[in-house]
């Protein structure tokens, strides 16, 4: 059974930082592109970023550019998120998800977890 | 960036109706559409790709149409269970971009 864990969510003061973490099992997870999606609240979803299989290739929504970066270690089926600089703007529940046949849309998702910017 | 606008934001309906809801792409998309239900306090669930195809496991009463600019999420008689907000997110070239939603509600 695939399963996406996220954890490292919070509460942080504006123009702190946060390490979001997504812990794979049920699949081979270094043969998928993993991505995040967020969700603010009462709010609809919206791309975060991406890493290619291999961690070599990374994309990022223009909203989060120069602020967060992507990672993965594929001997520890983890995918990261590492938040800096974060804003009020950057609420949301964050979602860890698996890219499905090479195109980016999603066949599983975490089940979430909260990030809170304030001060 | 190519915006998505889905259409009703809202909708109410009674149980076993037939219910249409429409995503228009800012710029043509083929068939690279996919679908996904969200249910309160849950992560969506992917229900259809490539505009059509049905996610393995969706009920057969979801439906999905279209191609280029305009597409439809049709659920052929609308259950209890169904009551979600429904996102349309195309995924030709980066970003991937979702519609806004649509909260469907039983009458």
């Known amino acids: 059974e695939v399963q996406l864990v996220e954890s490292g969510g919070g509460l942080v003061q504006p123009g702190g930082s946060l390490r979001l973490s997504c812990e794979a099992s049920g699949f081979t997870f270094s043969s998928y592109s993993m991505h995040w999606v967020r969700q603010a609240p009462g709010k609809g979803l919206e791309y975060v970023s991406a890493v290619g299989h291999a961690g070599a290739l990374t994309y990022y929504a223009d909203s989060v550019k120069g602020r967060f970066t992507i990672s993965r270690d594929n001997s520890k089926n983890t995918l990261y998120l590492q938040m800096a600089s974060l804003r009020t703007e950057d609420t949301a529940v964050y979602y860890c998800?698996?890219?499905?046949?090479?195109?980016?849309?999603?066949?599983?998702w975490g089940q979430g977890t909260v990030v809170i910017v304030s001060s | 960036d190519i915006q998505m606008t889905q259409s009703p934001s809202s909708l109410s309906a009674s149980v076993g109706d037939r219910v249409t809801i429409t995503c228009r792409a800012s710029?043509?998309?083929?068939?690279?559409l996919a679908w996904y239900q969200q249910k309160p306090g849950k992560p969506p669930r992917l229900l259809i790709y490539a505009a059509f195809t049905l996610q393995s496991g969706v009920p057969s009463r979801f439906s999905g149409g279209g191609s280029g600019t305009d597409f439809t999420l049709t659920i052929s008689s609308l259950q209890p269970e169904d009551v979600a907000t429904y996102y349309c997110q195309k995924y030709h070239g980066a970003p991937p971009t979702f519609g806004q939603g649509t909260k469907v509600e039983i009458k």
């Open positions: 710029q043509g998309i083929s068939d690279y």
């Open positions: 998800t698996r890219e499905m046949g090479n195109w980016m849309y999603y066949d599983f």
